[in-house]
């Protein structure tokens, strides 16, 4: 029996669902692999379930020679700490879980959105401070959502869920930046570059993928062409957005909010950034439902049983 090793704990029904293939070992412990755990991963099993911050670069691969592991059956569609071309190259094949990530990440985008235009954080914060005195007029005054512009950087599969949400549900108009031509299926522009969309839009949602390509995609040149009035959100990766950037944006009022979900150096969160009230943040909810983990966990043990039985890989990356 194929020996695997899941990282961090999934849902039961993972767990049962790879016992019934594999051989298994569950890590006990909720943080990223160090150093010499992910080489040992390597050495010891056939398959691994990594996921977030599980960094498995090409130093880690060229450590191990002669790796066992021959599959790397990521947990989420992210797999940016993934050195997916260095993996190929000695022979280890990356999958991912998209799809099943979808709706729910789509979901946290739209009440991140809700939250920092409607100042929904402040609010709390001030009812549980015990510093509510009692409704008037002006108090926390914040931006209408419905019937606004709403502009999404990257119209993927999560891209579109949040554009079909933003338009049918709130009648917004919907403008996005997409490094190749896209065609939806709900009224949308596409706007040719990313600065541009950034100067028309009353909210920019942050949805592509991590990686080089997109590291600080989002910095000062495209903060400070931002509406005074607008407000940003990602839920993509942390260092899509210049965590520093964003912080001078928000402390000088070049936006007037934004609603994080992700961090550049996640889990460290800057308190420069805690200070602030015009944010919402957020520890990570994306994909945190359980019936959306379970679906996540099974989509990448069902690339793992691919494997095992020598089939195509469903979602090789």
Not at 67 to 87: E, M, P, S, T, W
Request: aromatic share 6%; hydrophobic share 45%.
């Amino acid at each position: 029996m194929l020996k695997l090793l899941m990282t961090r704990k999934l849902p039961d029904p993972v767990l049962e669902k790879a016992r019934e293939t594999f051989d298994v070992t569950v890590r006990d412990n909720t943080q990223p692999m160090d150093h010499e755990e992910l080489l040992s991963s390597l050495k010891d099993y056939d398959v691994v379930l990594p996921t977030l911050g599980d960094a498995y670069s090409a130093e880690v691969f060229s450590a191990v020679p002669h790796q066992r592991c021959k599959l790397l059956a990521n947990f989420g569609v992210g797999y940016n700490h993934i050195d997916a071309d260095a993996a190929r190259k000695v022979g280890i094949e990356v999958t991912n879980t998209p799809g099943a990530v979808t709706d729910a990440t789509a979901d946290i985008a739209l009440m991140l959105m809700l939250m920092t235009c409607r100042r929904a954080g402040e609010g709390e914060r001030m009812v549980r401070a015990g510093r509510w005195q009692g409704w008037h007029p002006t108090q926390l005054l914040g931006l209408h959502m419905s019937g606004k512009t709403l502009g999404i950087v990257g119209m993927g599969r999560i891209g579109q869920a949040i554009a079909h949400r933003a338009h049918f549900g709130f009648g917004m108009t919907i403008k996005f930046y997409n490094r190749s031509p896209k065609d939806v299926s709900f009224p949308a522009e596409q706007i040719d570059t990313l600065g541009d969309l950034a100067s028309q839009v009353d909210v920019l949602v942050v949805a592509v993928p991590g990686g080089a390509e997109t590291h600080h995609l989002i910095d000062a040149s495209v903060l400070q062409k931002m509406k005074p009035h607008a407000h940003v959100v990602n839920i993509a990766r942390g260092d899509v957005v210049n965590e520093a950037d964003l912080i001078t944006a928000l402390s000088e009022g070049q936006i007037a909010g934004a609603g994080l979900d992700v961090y550049e150096f996640e889990p460290e969160v800057p308190k420069a950034l805690t200070d602030l009230d015009n944010v919402t943040l957020l520890p990570h909810l994306g994909t945190a439902a359980l019936e959306v983990r379970t679906a996540m966990g099974l989509m990448a043990v069902d690339n793992a049983i691919a494997f095992a039985d020598g089939r195509p890989l469903p979602n090789a990356v």
